[in-house]
């Protein structure tokens, strides 16, 4: 039963938080508290804790203990292609993007080998910061070949690139490559984003390209961790 005793704790936090007695953003009691009220080593207690950590209920955060996170995360296809302004709609949620920065650059060595473009080419590139729920919690880094896309403008890139590509310049854009890796905050993550003490960002790189297989664009959306869950569906063949 003893060893065993760390599974208890783990679900009857787990309950608690699922319940709605441990609010999301809430800092759980320490470990010497919760060894104390549990009546157990701060050892088992460590082991609960790093049980809730991996199903998702609390995260570690240096300085500041174990933080209940929010159990209602936006599901991200991984497979799909999904605007913000359509994810956030299907949410629910007050929504809104920031622009914080919308030029045509010079492509660098980098920006030629993922767009497949020259260095005589010019490319869109469009920083922007989303927000739900007044929580800034993904920054995307989009490179839009300007071949493609001739013109933007601040009101299309706060509402939907997408649906001015797909209903304003007829293009239907088809499939996308992506990369999915977990990387520590960049400063400009820092400055950008909600992080709350969180110590690494999810990105997701994605290799955009048409109908007709044309590489439209590259980006870069750097999410908060705690707030995606990355969603897919998987058959085996036979």
């Known amino acids: 039963?003893?060893?065993?005793?760390?599974?208890?704790?783990?679900?009857?936090?787990?309950?608690?938080?699922?319940?709605?007695?441990?609010?999301?953003?809430?800092?759980?009691?320490?470990?010497?508290?919760?060894?104390?009220?549990?009546?157990?080593?701060?050892?088992t207690i460590r082991k609960a804790l790093t049980l809730l950590a991996q199903r998702g209920f609390i995260q570690k955060i240096r300085g500041k203990g174990?933080?209940?996170?929010?159990?209602?995360?936006?599901?991200?296809?991984?497979?799909?292609?999904?605007?913000?302004?359509?994810?956030a709609l299907k949410s629910g949620k007050s929504w809104k993007t920031?622009?914080?920065?919308?030029?045509?650059?010079?492509?660098?060595?980098?920006l030629q080998q993922q767009l497949k473009v020259e260095k005589e080419d010019r490319v869109w590139k469009v920083t922007r910061v989303r927000e739900m729920n007044g929580e800034k919690i993904i920054l995307d880094k989009d490179f839009f070949n300007?071949?493609?896309?001739?013109?933007?403008?601040?009101?299309?890139?706060?509402?939907?690139?997408?649906?001015?590509?797909?209903?304003e310049l007829g293009l239907n854009i088809s499939f996308a490559k992506k990369e999915i890796v977990v990387e520590q905050p960049t400063e400009e993550d820092l400055a950008l984003l909600s992080l709350d003490g969180f110590h690494n960002v999810v990105v997701v790189k994605?290799?955009?390209?048409?109908?007709?297989?044309?590489?439209?664009?590259?980006?870069?959306?750097?999410?908060?961790?705690?707030?995606?869950?990355?969603?897919?569906?998987?058959r085996r063949n036979h």
């Not at 174990?66 to 994810?87: H, N």
């Not at 300007?146 to 509402?159: G, H, K, P, R, S």
Request: proline letters at 4%.
């Open 98 to 110: 920031e622009v914080h920065e919308l030029d045509v650059v010079t492509p660098d060595r980098f």
């Open 206 to 234: 994605n290799h955009v390209y048409l109908d007709d297989a044309s590489l439209l664009q590259y980006t870069e959306s750097r999410h908060r961790p705690d707030k995606f869950r990355f969603v897919d569906f998987a």
């Open 66 to 87: 174990s933080i209940v996170l929010d159990l209602a995360k936006f599901d991200f296809p991984v497979s799909g292609l999904v605007s913000f302004k359509e994810l």
């Open 146 to 167: 300007q071949q493609y896309v001739t013109e933007l403008t601040y009101e299309i890139c706060e509402n939907s690139v997408y649906e001015y590509i797909e209903n």
């Open 1 to 43: 039963m003893k060893t065993n005793k760390y599974l208890m704790i783990y679900q009857e936090i787990s309950q608690q938080i699922e319940r709605g007695e441990w609010a999301p953003g809430v800092q759980l009691p320490s470990e010497n508290e919760l060894a104390e009220r549990y009546e157990t080593s701060r050892e």
